[in-house]
């Protein structure tokens, strides 16, 4: 299977722990989108990156959250001293090179993993 | 930022009946895509569409790009129990980052 792998499913974590969620993306994909979802809202864009790069982390809160793509390995969430409002699905996405492909120069097709779902107890 | 607004928010129909669901803005976006996500899983890329009045059809689903690009809409014929989903729509403005509608919930009773 070659689409977008994210471990670990469940994750639980105690207040103040650190999480950790990882994401490998399609085979030829470099660049990584982060979403998190809260039950019964859409997805909330997190952070964009590509290999080594940060190209924007507008949606992900400047304290406790970081994110890499390194060049070899997949890409990491990281959430630190994790409080209960961080519970939540955390997706991720890949997407070949904009402009490449078959596609139009502005056309994004993202494709997601099935999730990791937080739960900070 | 872009904002996209799903309607109807919840829908429960009964097998065989069909349905539309909508996605609008006052933006113009560059590309569009419609997924569907089912509980405990992640969105699932049904289409996308590129061109204003661009129409396409995915066997019982036919989606529709507005004209101005704006706007987009996803009916399905004959509605079955396996279309129970969470019906989502995302565009691109020329940022290269998808911005998600907070969705449509289906639900198709037998």
């Known amino acids: 299977n070659a689409g977008v792998m994210q471990n670990p499913r469940h994750l639980v974590r105690r207040r103040g722990q650190e999480a950790r969620l990882r994401c490998s993306p399609m085979?030829?994909?470099?660049?990584v989108y982060w979403y998190r979802q809260l039950p019964e809202e859409g997805l909330k864009f997190m952070v964009y990156l590509q290999k080594e790069n940060i190209i924007d982390e507008s949606g992900m809160p400047k304290e406790r959250f970081s994110a890499e793509f390194p060049k070899e390995g997949p890409s990491i969430l990281r959430i630190q001293q994790v409080v209960r409002g961080d519970s939540a699905a955390y997706f991720c996405?890949?997407?070949?090179?904009?402009?490449?492909?078959?596609?139009?120069?502005?056309?994004?097709?993202?494709?997601f993993g099935q999730g990791t779902r937080l739960t900070v107890v | 930022t872009q904002l996209l607004e799903q309607s109807p928010q919840f829908l429960s129909i009964q097998e065989g009946e069909n349905l539309t669901v909508y996605c609008n803005s006052s933006s113009v976006f560059s590309s569009l895509q419609w997924y569907r996500q089912e509980p405990g899983e992640g969105p699932v890329l049904l289409v996308t569409?590129?061109?204003?009045?661009e129409v396409k059809k995915l066997k019982r689903l036919t989606f529709q790009f507005g004209d101005a690009r704006k706007d987009s809409s996803l009916h399905i014929t004959a509605a079955q129990p396996g279309d129970t989903g969470l019906y989502l729509c995302a565009g691109e403005g020329g940022s290269y980052i998808p911005t998600f509608g907070r969705g449509t919930s289906l639900i198709v009773h037998p």
């Open positions: 085979k030829g994909h470099s660049h």
């Open positions: 569409v590129v061109t204003g009045g």
């Open positions: 996405a890949s997407s070949p090179l904009p402009g490449t492909g078959s596609r139009t120069q502005t056309n994004t097709e993202a494709f």
